[in-house]
């Protein structure tokens, strides 16, 4: 009786952990018998994987955070690699967190085994000579962004875009929202859509400071104070700071209480981001995935991020791209306006979303750019093209044959 196939899969932060178990589930519907184990969280552990270590412990963020937990994320390798020696799995699904997934592609690749990597790191960004080395200990790679295939055009990686994961999720969060403000409407008989309503009302923000501790310490105090000065221009305004859980809005609760905010009216929402941003009128959002959740849900940005010093003089001398914000590097030019480190300024940040707030010029050529970003991402279906992509490999690296399902 043949084995059931086994994956090794690394997913080391909180956001790889969502993107591995919708590709872990669209896997089972091919490969229903196959063994998963390695490192993820809550998604994966209800996906049905084995959790050797646990996603809230392997996240880390910065310089100085990674030195601090040497010993331990070098323990953690060590201990993956026996894990692969001695449970010699079919494939190794390596899910973002380059830092820690890089060399072990490396160490997995001179095992002998098969490499797959999800979510491509971004080292067209900030580390171009690792695309030869990734070349060499990957077999194939699957992508989220549309630029990134020809990135590695002149090196024999196989790679293939398949799509970004968040179309699927943000189309369902868009209907469902107009189906409720349809409902409201109706009710009203006097609603109207999010592009006519509203105008004369309260100004609403959305703020998104960003989901690990580091960067809500850093970035918030400037986000409220700015609130602060917005609100005593039109003190109608109504700010909503969004924390993917409760887990993060805890820390942005005790941040938020060392902050002055005057009379501004800050309200820190749990687990509904898509809802709030739909809702907004414009957002000031950390640079990051959130900047295409905020592109997806079709709100005005400005895209903000701040940390500490050694750090960004540090990412300041590797990044080579002109800029930080996904929705920028995407849409290839300045689409929303950039707020970094010394230019995150409470003023800056009034004078960036100002003219966002009210119908404007800026306005509309900045939802018709974020229009062109969420149509070149793909039409949606990302986590069933990567686990068919991934049970292709499987059945390779036993000699079989795959037919990849017709769609």
């Not at 940005?301 to 050694?310: D, P």
Request: charged share 25%; hydrophobic share 45%.
């Amino acid at each position: 009786m043949n084995k059931p196939p086994r994956i090794l899969l690394i997913a080391g932060e909180v956001s790889g952990d969502m993107r591995a178990a919708e590709l872990v589930c669209a896997l089972r519907k091919l490969r229903p018998e196959v063994e998963i184990f390695g490192i993820g969280g809550d998604n994966l552990r209800a996906a049905g994987m084995e959790i050797i270590y646990d996603v809230r412990d392997t996240a880390v963020l910065g310089l100085f955070e990674v030195l601090r937990r040497y010993r331990f994320l070098r323990r953690m390798f060590n201990d993956l690699l026996q894990v692969a020696r001695v449970r010699q799995p079919d494939l190794v699904l390596l899910v973002d967190y380059p830092g820690f997934n890089l060399r072990f592609a490396r160490r997995a690749h001179a095992l002998g085994l098969r490499v797959v990597y999800y979510i491509c790191p971004q080292v067209w960004a900030w580390h171009r000579a690792r695309i030869p080395e990734m070349a060499r200990n990957v077999d194939r790679l699957l992508t989220i962004f549309p630029f990134e295939p020809a990135i590695f055009a002149d090196t024999p990686l196989r790679v293939e875009f398949v799509g970004h994961p968040l179309v699927d999720e943000t189309r369902a969060a868009r209907e469902a929202g107009e189906k409720a403000e349809d409902k409201a409407n109706t009710r009203a008989e006097s609603g109207k859509r999010k592009d006519e309503d509203n105008r004369s009302g309260a100004p609403r923000i959305a703020l998104l400071p960003g989901s690990r501790r580091q960067e809500i310490e850093h970035i918030l105090p400037a986000l409220a104070a700015a609130a602060q000065q917005l609100a005593r221009q039109d003190p109608r305004a109504d700010f909503s700071i969004a924390a993917p859980s409760e887990e993060v809005a805890v820390i942005v609760r005790r941040v938020l209480a060392g902050c002055p905010t005057g009379d501004a009216r800050l309200t820190v929402v749990a687990g509904r981001t898509r809802e709030i941003l739909r809702q907004a009128d414009a957002a000031w959002v950390a640079s990051g995935t959130a900047t295409i959740e905020a592109a997806m849900m079709d709100c005005p940005m400005v895209v903000v991020y701040r940390t500490h010093w050694t750090t960004y003089l540090l990412g300041r001398c590797l990044i080579r791209v002109p800029f930080l914000g996904m929705v920028n590097v995407i849409a290839g030019r300045a689409l929303c306006p950039e707020l970094i480190q010394q230019d995150c300024t409470p003023a800056r940040l009034v004078q960036a979303i100002t003219p966002l707030l009210t119908p404007s010029p800026q306005r509309d050529a900045m939802r018709a750019g974020l229009a062109e970003v969420r149509q070149s991402l793909g039409g949606g279906g990302a986590a069933d093209r990567a686990a068919a992509a991934v049970a292709e490999e499987l059945a390779r690296a036993s000699g079989q044959a795959f037919l990849t399902p017709v769609r």
